[in-house]
């Protein structure tokens, strides 16, 4: 299910006039009889027609995938760890479904939040479709994306305690309030949403592990993290293009491991790894360039490698429980293409 947010203490950066601040968060959850309800869509309908648009994609000769999720499926009895999720540029909150469906599916609830004006397109509730802005300056897209993660987090506290802040009130999924475990929050993001993730964590208290998908978190002038690092649990997982970028390790403080996947290139962590090969009959990438993008090795694997690393990494942070014991302690035989990094 999505949420509609809208802060009134903030303006619309981008368009001039708009008192206020608007976000789409989608949640992803542990649900009770998902079968019987309605697949949900990979992404609304006004946010697939601009995607495909946007990266000329024929509508006649691809078609998006369905998700595994039922549309409003009461949630699992219980309470479970809340994830946030963050896109990367040029990315939307759909970005990394094969990761939220499996995170969801091990008892997290995770909350992929469309960044309005840094998405690359976001369908509101009125069929409103905001596209991507580019914003010249990193330091105030990291502060504008951090504020919308605290202000989101605030939205989610205030619907564990029984309030609706969806902007339309429309109904919630049963038992979902309830489910909200606030004191066992983490969340990971992809390249840009990497950074922001560690920067939230740093800015935010109530979360309490964070990781990053080949973000660059040391990178200079990215704000306070290649500055101060980081004093919490920081989980880097980065692509053999990150070869050069600048060291993480003397920047992790506390609890930290980084990790590069061989074979593997920027946009590997992201959907398009097991999404594109399909489609390359149509869209007749040459192969060096597939390579360039999502690097050698086998879509499928990567995907393992990533549902392993962040589902392990999380229980072991947020659940105290090993769920790959000894994953973290050095080279792992059983994934032996992640290999440390610095």
């Known amino acids: 299910m999505s949420l509609h947010l809208v802060d009134p203490s903030r303006r619309d950066t981008w368009v001039p006039g708009r008192p206020?601040?608007?976000?789409?968060?989608?949640?992803?959850?542990?649900?009770?009889?998902s079968p019987a309800?309605?697949?949900?869509?990979?992404?609304?309908?006004?946010?697939?027609?601009?995607?495909?648009?946007?990266?000329?994609?024929?509508?006649?000769?691809?078609?998006?995938?369905?998700?595994?999720?039922?549309?409003?499926?009461?949630?699992?009895?219980?309470?479970?760890?809340?994830?946030?999720?963050?896109?990367?540029?040029?990315?939307?909150?759909?970005?990394?479904?094969?990761?939220?469906?499996?995170?969801?599916?091990?008892?997290?609830?995770?909350?992929?939040?469309?960044?309005?004006?840094?998405?690359?397109?976001?369908?509101f509730p009125d069929h409103r479709v905001e596209t991507e802005v580019h914003d010249p300056d990193p330091v105030h897209e990291l502060d504008t994306r951090v504020a919308d993660v605290?202000?989101?987090?605030?939205?989610?506290?205030?619907l564990a305690h029984g309030a609706d802040p969806d902007a339309e009130h429309r109904a919630l999924p049963r038992r979902l309030a309830r489910a909200l475990d606030l004191d066992r929050i983490g969340m990971f993001g992809a390249s840009f949403g990497g950074v922001e993730s560690a920067a939230a964590m740093n800015a935010d208290p109530r979360i309490r592990a964070a990781a990053s998908l080949d973000g660059p978190l040391?990178?200079?002038?990215?704000?306070?993290?290649?500055?101060?690092?980081?004093?919490?649990?920081?989980?880097?997982?980065?692509?053999?293009a990150a070869d050069g970028h600048p060291p993480l390790r003397p920047l992790l403080h506390g609890w930290g491991r980084v990790y590069r996947m061989d074979g593997s290139e920027h946009l590997t962590y992201s959907d398009g790894e097991i999404l594109i090969p399909q489609a390359e009959p149509v869209l007749q990438i040459p192969a060096d360039q597939l390579t360039q993008q999502y690097g050698t090795i086998a879509p499928r694997r990567a995907l393992r490698l990533e549902r392993t690393y962040l589902r392990a990494y999380f229980d072991l942070q947020l659940r105290d429980r090993h769920t790959c014991p000894d994953l973290f302690d050095g080279p792992s035989a059983a994934y032996p293409e992640m290999k440390p990094g610095a």
């Open 20 to 33: 206020v601040r608007e976000l789409v968060v989608q949640l992803w959850y542990p649900a009770d009889h």
């Open 218 to 240: 040391a990178e200079p002038g990215f704000g306070p993290i290649s500055r101060d690092g980081v004093t919490k649990p920081l989980l880097n997982l980065t692509s053999a």
């Open 150 to 158: 605290r202000y989101v987090l605030d939205e989610i506290t205030a």
């Open 37 to 123: 309800y309605p697949k949900a869509p990979y992404m609304t309908p006004g946010a697939a027609t601009t995607f495909m648009t946007t990266n000329g994609l024929p509508a006649d000769r691809i078609t998006l995938p369905v998700t595994h999720a039922g549309q409003g499926a009461p949630a699992e009895p219980g309470r479970f760890p809340v994830l946030l999720y963050a896109h990367g540029s040029h990315d939307n909150r759909a970005g990394n479904t094969a990761l939220l469906e499996d995170l969801a599916s091990h008892g997290y609830i995770v909350a992929s939040i469309d960044h309005t004006h840094y998405a690359e397109e976001v369908e």
